[in-house]
């Protein structure tokens, strides 16, 4: 079957760096996506890779590895605004995403 | 960029009542629309996709005859939940991409269903 794995939940400091991992093993590749989720809002697309290496955008990073079925999110010196849930999803052979079931970020003072 | 209307953005109704929401792409045209569905606190869950002039394809475990999808245009998709139950109440979003390739879904703001 088609499988994307994240942490459920994470916790960093305001200013500080966090990177959310997220692992694949889908039926076929064809780029992979961050989203932003804010409780009680829809996702807000954040990056996207296709290719191996690093995307920076900003304050925001994401690095894919398709060989390892790999990505990461990097996210610098975090603001408040920046707790929200990250959905890591894959578009797979038949360009259907498929969804993990989301990070949440807690970011403390 | 791209973007999707989504309308109305809540929704409070009787039990028995059927509620229309629609999703429009604003400066594109969408062949295929999503509808998902998220409970507080859980993952999205797709539960169709429209596919513009022919029937949508439903996920397994979604009735299609209570959530009728009509992709009557290439910027239009409906979703109707037909006889709304408490249960029913959740969190609809749509969303659209700009073809198959590597192209994000952008989504749209979302609908606040609540069921008394």
């Known amino acids: 079957g088609q499988n994307i794995d994240q942490p459920t939940e994470m916790t960093a400091t305001e200013g500080a760096i966090v990177q959310i991992n997220c692992t694949y093993q889908t039926s076929g590749f064809n780029g992979l996506f961050w989203y932003q989720q804010h409780a009680g809002e829809a996702p807000t697309f954040l990056s996207y890779?296709?290719l191996d290496g690093l995307e920076e955008k900003g304050r925001f990073s994401s690095f894919l590895s398709r060989s390892k079925g790999y990505s990461y999110l990097l996210l610098k010196e975090l603001q408040m605004k920046d707790s929200a849930s990250y959905l890591c999803a894959v578009k797979d052979s038949n360009y259907q995403l498929i969804w993990g079931a989301g990070t949440k970020l807690i970011i403390k003072p | 960029g791209a973007v999707v209307s989504q309308h109305p953005s809540r929704v409070i109704c009787k039990s028995g009542t059927s509620v229309k929401i629609e999703c429009r792409s604003l400066d594109f045209q969408a062949t295929t629309m999503f509808w998902y569905r998220q409970f507080p606190k859980q993952s999205l869950m797709l539960m169709a996709t429209?596919?513009?002039?022919?029937?949508?394809?439903?996920e397994q475990g979604v009735e299609k005859d209570k959530f009728l999808i009509n992709h009557a245009s290439l910027t239009l998709s409906t979703l109707t939940v037909t006889s709304a139950h408490p249960e029913d109440s959740s969190f609809y979003i749509c969303?659209?991409?700009?073809?198959?390739?590597?192209?994000?879904?952008?989504f749209g703001d979302g609908t606040r269903l609540s069921i008394l």
């Open positions: 969303s659209a991409g700009q073809g198959k390739g590597n192209q994000p879904q952008h």
């Open positions: 890779n296709v």
């Open positions: 429209s596919n513009e002039g022919s029937k949508a394809t439903y």
